[in-house]
């Protein structure tokens, strides 16, 4: 399926500049020019990621980005003031590209950006600030954060006869008991597992070292590709499918 990017900027040129560049790279990109706009947008579809400039007409990206809650958003400006940054980020930005920027460099800022969306939090923050948060001369900063509803466990809890449920296990000790325990207590039929400290596997590249676990066995695959471990992945849930009962 084709990923969605929204492109929250009213500097037609860069804004040409990046649909064009997004497109090439097989994006489907959307437009808005005002943080008004953004938000009209995103009632109408939810993109997979959205490219936000700070100094919008009507509402600010500042203002724009705290109901952007649950899509990755990468600030891209100019203004570059360190404080800026982290209190952005700390506020929800998932990274932070200051222009002039290398277009390469952030075609790879939103491949990693749009990788770790496909993994939700365990946490949130408690209490989102809804505007920059002010250095307070090195006095200490505590963020309170809240578990986030556990998504492969409620599924799992409205399993349908014929359906195949897949989980993901991303661990740093104790890979195969947790993941196995993970299996048995969310109704998971196969559960796919990998030590994110292994070299090569992980976030950071473009490899992985997966263990394939079902209640029929357990598989580990060599080092590959992701989109190789992507289809063995499915490979398996068609053979699961294929066992049940019609």
């Given at each position: 399926m084709m990923q969605r990017i929204m492109?929250?900027?009213?500097?037609?040129?860069?804004?040409?500049?990046l649909e064009e560049v997004l497109e090439?790279?097989?994006?489907?990109?959307?437009?808005a020019y005002s943080g008004t706009e953004a938000l009209l947008l995103l009632d109408a579809r939810r993109p997979d990621l959205v490219l936000l400039d700070l100094m919008l007409p009507g509402l600010s990206g500042e203002e724009v980005l705290p109901r952007m809650r649950g899509i990755p958003v990468i600030v891209v400006s100019a203004k570059g003031d360190v404080d800026g940054k982290v209190g952005l980020l700390l506020g929800g930005a998932v990274d932070y590209v200051t222009k002039p920027f290398?277009?390469?460099?952030?075609?790879?800022?939103?491949?990693?950006?749009?990788?770790?969306?496909?993994?939700?939090?365990?946490?949130?923050?408690?209490?989102?600030?809804?505007?920059?948060l002010k250095k307070r001369a090195g006095e200490p900063f505590t963020l309170t954060l809240v578990e986030n509803p556990d998504i492969s466990r409620a599924v799992g809890e409205r399993k349908q006869p014929g359906q195949v449920l897949v989980g993901f296990a991303a661990e740093t000790e104790n890979v195969l008991e947790n993941a196995r325990g993970k299996l048995l207590s969310k109704r998971l039929d196969l559960i796919v597992a990998n030590d994110v400290t292994a070299e090569g596997a992980g976030f950071g590249t473009d490899t992985n070292i997966v263990t394939l676990i079902s209640h029929g066995g357990v598989e580990t695959l060599p080092l590959m590709s992701k989109r190789e471990v992507a289809h063995r992945i499915w490979d398996a849930a068609l053979a699961l499918r294929s066992a049940q009962p019609q």
């Open positions: 492109i929250v900027d009213d500097d037609i040129p860069i804004g040409d500049m090439k790279e097989g994006y489907q990109v959307s437009r290398a277009v390469k460099e952030l075609l790879a800022r939103i491949a990693v950006g749009l990788r770790q969306a496909a993994a939700p939090a365990g946490y949130r923050v408690e209490h989102p600030a809804a505007q920059k």
